[in-house]
């Protein structure tokens, strides 16, 4: 009888110890969703900005001899840019960007785009940030717009699908006309490279290294910055309101919980 009544006050115990740790991990996920919810942007400033600069870390590591990292970076980063040298910045060199012929010089004589990419630099020209200058423009224009715009957001009336589609537009054609110039008449050979149609309606207004070539202060350059600006606002006000509603709902929803419960927050 004895060890029956210990037996069965020993489950008695354990169901009893079930019974309030399951309601107190239970409110520990709770107090950790309530945080989030609370500073969900914080956290996504935090987390984007590591994202933005990890490309740049590439080049500190090729320039510190730790090749090993600053090739790792770049492996990852091909998932998400072409990383072509002659559309990207360079650091630690001589200047920021360089000329697709420059880059044959240094490489290799192609125009391949799989080969092109290859290059990461060297100690007299630098090292290649780990994605291309239209990527800088559109990721750390998500970071910027978020910081600026962040503090506004439950003021800020939500940008229609339409207006987000109407900023994207611009990088839509800009980057479909490269590609489709590319295409058509190779890197470094396309209506996109010398942009001879832009000359001809500006009656050539402007010097000839503004049209031709992908460098820092072409006409290109210029259109990847802008457009990747205007999608990375169009992005962030579309998305900024609609994602603090929710999290603001799901705020709420945890405080009525607590409350109807009786437990501090």
């Known amino acids: 009888m004895t060890y029956y009544k210990e037996a069965g ?3 008695s115990v354990e169901k009893s110890e079930l019974r309030t740790a399951e309601p107190r991990r239970a409110a520990q996920l709770n107090h ?11 956290g996504f400033i935090i987390l984007w900005g590591t994202f933005n600069l ?3 870390l590439a080049p500190v590591f090729m320039e510190a001899g730790w090749e090993a990292g600053g090739r790792a970076i770049y492996t990852a980063y091909t998932f998400l840019c ?5 559309r990207s910045f360079f650091v630690f060199g001589q200047r920021p960007m360089y000329e697709l012929s420059e880059i044959q010089a240094a490489w ?22 780990a994605w291309s200058d239209r990527m800088v423009s559109l990721y750390t224009g998500i970071l910027l717009w978020a910081i600026v715009l962040g503090p506004w957001r439950r003021r800020l009336p939500r940008l229609p699908l339409w207006g ?10 800009d980057g479909g006309t490269h590609m489709l110039s590319d295409m058509l008449g190779g890197i470094g050979g ?6 001879a149609w832009l000359a001809s309606l500006t009656g050539n207004a402007l010097a000839p290294s503004f049209y031709a070539g992908d460098g820092l202060g072409t006409f290109n350059s210029w259109m990847r910055l802008m457009t990747g600006l205007l999608f990375s606002l169009g992005g962030v006000w579309y998305a900024l309101p609609a994602l603090d509603e929710a ?5 709420r929803a945890v405080e009525e919980k607590f409350e109807r419960a009786g437990l501090p927050l």
């Not at 950790?32 to 914080?42: P, T």
């Not at 987000?164 to 054609?173: G, R, S, T």
């Not at 999290?247 to 705020?251: R, S, V």
């Open 32 to 42: 950790a969703v309530y945080w989030l919810s609370r500073h969900w942007l914080l």
């Open 190 to 195: 396309g209506f996109r490279y010398d942009n």
């Open 247 to 251: 999290f603001g709902n799901t705020e």
């Open 164 to 173: 987000f589609l109407l900023l994207a537009l611009p990088m839509v054609i």
């Open 54 to 56: 990890l490309p740049w």
């Open 9 to 11: 006050e020993s489950q």
């Open 82 to 86: 072409h990383q072509l040298p002659q």
């Open 108 to 129: 290799q004589n192609t125009e391949n785009p799989l080969l092109l990419r290859q290059f990461t630099g060297n100690p007299e020209m630098g090292w290649k940030v």
